[in-house]
């Protein structure tokens, strides 16, 4: 995630959701959200319409952030760009954490994450024999 001093009220809302969901699990209140974003219930509620609409503002963010973290690291040769990566790691911690709440909770949701999953490692895995990063396999 990112620094809180330079995001939206909407960016610091849905990353204290990830880290509270992630961290109490999925029952966790509205309130206690807003208390950890800095705002208002009111403003969670303008923005996202309901703990549903965060929920899937905060799956979204996730889907895109894994397949955009992915892409950069089966595409790039550069040492550097892994090295970046890593070093990144801490600040995944509450992703990961949301990612294994929302396996656990199963339903729909958990279905989708793995069907993206699934889907998505073969589109990395060719754009990295693409970038070179990636060897072919001998058994497509």
């Known amino acids: 995630m990112r620094s809180t001093d330079d995001l939206t009220a909407v960016a610091r809302i849905r990353d204290a959701a990830i880290d509270q969901f992630g961290r109490d ?39 895109a952030t894994v397949a955009e973290t992915k ?5 790039s ?5 892994w090295l970046a990566q890593m070093a990144e790691i801490e600040e995944s911690a509450p992703m990961m954490a949301y990612l294994v709440r929302s396996m656990q909770s199963g339903g729909d949701l958990a279905k ?29």
């Open 25 to 63: 699990g999925f029952a966790v209140g509205l309130r206690a959200i807003a208390t950890a974003a800095g705002v208002s219930p009111g403003l969670v509620i303008h923005h996202f319409g309901s703990k549903d609409g965060l929920r899937k503002a905060c799956d979204d963010f996730i889907v």
């Open 112 to 140: 989708m994450l793995w069907r993206n999953m699934i889907d998505s490692t073969e589109e990395y895995t060719a754009a990295g024999v693409r970038a070179g990063t990636i060897k072919p396999s001998a058994d497509p």
């Open 71 to 75: 892409t950069e690291s089966v595409q």
């Open 77 to 81: 040769t550069d040492p550097a760009t």
